[in-house]
Every structure is written in C-alpha cells, then in structure tokens.
C-alpha cells in the first residue's frame, strides 16, 4: 500500500524552528520528486517547496525562501522540511506529496499525498 506519513509539525514560538519529515511506504522514493504544500484555514493549497529526484534541484516559494531547506534521504525513503525563523503567517496543515521524476508548483501534479501535520506559531 502506498503512503506518505508526514511528522514533526506542532505549536512553536515565532523565531523558532521545527523539521517536517515525510516518511514513504509502499514505494520506493529514489524515482519521485517531493512537493511540501500547506494550506491555512479559509486558503487555497500553496506550494512551499519542492525537491527532484534527477537531479535534486530544488524550488521555495518567495515567502519562506532563505527560511526553510527541503531534503531527502533515498536510503531511508524519506524526506524533510526544516523551517527556521518562523512566522505565525506560517501556520497551517502542511502536506507532503510525491510525483514521478520531476517537481512542481502545481499540486494537481502530485500522485501521493499525505495526511497532512499541523504547525502553529503563536506566542
């Protein structure tokens, strides 16, 4: 059975930091591109960042650019989002999602898709 179990979202103060992981099963990443995407209540999907698996090059939104870092580990089928220097405007439900070979913005894109994790930055 395919499936993406995202981790590590939760309640931080702004300025802090967390680590989104994005754990696969049921395939192997080594062929997929990862897409972050997160969506705050009453707002469309936004794509945050993205990562390919040619040739690792990477995408980030303008707003969390110089911020965050997207990352893989093939050998553990996993991949990761480090958010630093958070902001409450970056609270929302934050997915992972896999498609074939190459990233993308367009989460319409994507085959797999997790449940989703909640970050909150609130004093």
């Known amino acids: 059975q395919v499936q993406l179990v995202e981790s590590g979202g939760g309640l931080v103060q702004p300025g802090g930091s967390l680590r989104l992981s994005c754990a696969a099963s049921?395939?192997?990443?080594?062929?997929?591109?990862i897409g972050w995407f997160r969506q705050a209540p009453g707002k469309e999907r936004e794509g945050v960042s993205c990562i390919s698996s040619s040739d690792g090059s990477t995408y980030y939104a303008d707003s969390v650019k110089d911020r965050f870092t997207i990352s893989r580990d093939n050998d553990k089928n996993t991949a990761y989002l480090q958010m630093n220097r958070l902001k409450p405007e970056d609270t929302a439900i934050y997915y992972c999602?896999?498609?074939?070979?190459?990233?993308?913005?367009?989460?319409?894109?994507?085959?797999?898709w997790g449940q989703g994790t909640q970050v909150t930055v609130s004093s």
């Open positions: 999602a896999a498609k074939y070979y190459r990233g993308s913005r367009d989460p319409g894109e994507y085959d797999y």
């Open positions: 049921g395939f192997t990443l080594d062929y997929y591109a």
